[in-house]
């Protein structure tokens, strides 16, 4: 009779630690490639097949709304974001909204001025920089009426956890509908569009709402009709009170994101706040810049471009800022630029937030609607400080897509008044008014002796 054949384990399965060794080996090789045949590099998703929602909204082929988008040439990124699972996160931010307690709330200032924002001094503003008395009332705008429907402002009451916010103003933007939401993500999240009269009867004309209806909305996006009387003459003022005066239309929210009109959101704004804010454990995220890294660079540009057409008031605004501490970017700094790019915000609604939205629209009342000017000297010069995580440009331009504004009839955009230019030139070595940034410029360039 022939022998019972016996069969013994392999030699590669009888060691635990080989085992563990290669089943790691084999699941960050598919990562890796499943991470380097994804078409954004800088995104990694734990679950590549979260649950997605279908199409929100069907455009007229006449309003164009993927029309004249920005093309990225970045092939790579030095600091990807890896997003958990979906439904992990929703239940963690779920939690995070039931047992959170809200922070003491900040004390506003009432009344009525001739601004919507108070038209406070220079003096006067920067006296609230330093919030260490609870009792104190700090301005930060409402003092002229924002004028929107009793039933719009009781829907934003009702938002307590999550907001996503955006505006258009002038007509200057596409509304455009946010992807890649998970499927239960318009349950638990809001989304407000804020728009004025010239906006709302763009949408009309393009038949995207019908102005008979109290309420308006365009797939995820509710439509808030902003009264423009007591507002600014400027849109881009008005655009800047949802933008950074949030956690006053939105007194219950807990956090929220702010998307420029411009933009077209790609990721779920859940995953955002959970991996650029929670598991930063940071007050808020914003991007960097993509060209600069110091304030005054930007205010060059801004002067440069005509991004702003009173340069006379940019050189004061920017004299004012360094007579009264504002410093170049360095490495000292535990931030990685002065500038960011302010197109995408995550807060969580924290008196530090709070405070930082109402002192930054403040200064652009003060100063102009440039809100990448102010941005570092609020952000050093204010107390308590703000914890912030300002991710590579690269994520940012993968988490959202960018597109171009609307150009007016007749040919280029509306660029406002006729430039004022300044007074005598800021940046010229030698101007005797030059002595105010002097010495900012030179440790900028890296000639100071201090």
Not at 7 to 35: D, G
Not at 246 to 264: E, M, T
Not at 369 to 396: C, G, H, I, T, W
Request: aromatic share 14%; charged share 20%; net charge neutral.
């Amino acid at each position: 009779m022939g022998k019972i054949a016996k069969f013994s384990t392999p030699l590669i399965f009888q060691s635990k630690l080989l085992c563990f060794s290669l089943l790691y080996l084999f699941s960050s090789l598919l990562a890796a490639v499943y991470f380097s045949f994804s078409s954004t590099k800088c995104i990694f998703r734990s679950s590549p097949f979260d649950p997605l929602q279908g199409p929100l909204f069907s455009y007229p082929l006449s309003y164009g709304q993927h029309k004249h988008a920005i093309p990225t040439t970045r092939s790579s990124c030095n600091s990807p974001v890896y997003f958990s699972d979906y439904w992990d996160v929703l239940g963690e931010i779920q939690n995070i909204f039931t047992n959170s307690t809200s922070p003491l709330p900040l004390r506003y200032m009432q009344g009525n001025a001739e601004t919507f924002g108070g038209n406070f001094s220079f003096q006067n503003r920067i006296s609230y920089f330093d919030h260490h008395d609870d009792r104190i009332e700090v301005p930060c705008g409402f003092f002229k009426s924002f004028q929107i429907t009793s039933s719009d402002q009781s829907s934003m009451e009702k938002c307590s956890g999550l907001v996503v916010v955006s505006a258009i103003f002038n007509d200057h933007d596409k509304i455009r509908q946010p992807r890649g939401l998970g499927s239960k993500t318009l349950d638990y999240a809001c989304f407000f569009m804020f728009v004025d009269e010239a906006t709302l009867r763009r949408l009309h004309f393009h038949k995207l709402i019908s102005t008979k209806s109290k309420d308006f909305k365009i797939g995820a996006w509710r439509i808030i009709k902003v009264s423009s009387d007591y507002l600014y003459d400027n849109p881009a003022m008005n655009g800047v009170i949802p933008k950074y005066l949030v956690h006053r239309l939105f007194p219950n929210s807990k956090y929220s994101i702010w998307v420029d009109a411009k933009l077209q959101l790609m990721i779920d704004p859940f995953l955002l706040i959970h991996s650029l804010v929670v598991m930063e454990n940071v007050d808020m995220a914003i991007s960097q810049h993509p060209f600069f890294v110091h304030t005054m660079e930007e205010a060059m540009a801004t002067a440069r471009w005509k991004k702003w057409w009173d340069v006379n008031g940019l050189k004061i605004q920017m004299e004012t800022y360094c007579q009264n501490g504002l410093q170049p970017w360095s490495s000292d700094k535990p931030y990685p630029t002065d500038v960011p790019d302010s197109a995408l915000i995550l807060r969580k609604h924290s008196v530090a937030t709070n405070l930082f939205g109402c002192l930054l629209f403040n200064e652009l009342e003060g100063f102009n609607s440039r809100d990448q000017l102010p941005f570092a000297f609020v952000r050093d010069k204010m107390n308590p400080k703000l914890d912030v995580n300002m991710y590579d440009v690269e994520v940012f331009e993968q988490v959202a897509i960018e597109y171009r504004h609307n150009l007016k009839q007749g040919g280029g955009a509306n660029v406002g008044p006729k430039t004022k230019r300044a007074s005598s030139d800021l940046f010229a070595n030698g101007n005797r008014t030059c002595g105010k940034c002097e010495g900012y410029l030179l440790r900028m360039w890296g000639e100071s002796h201090d």
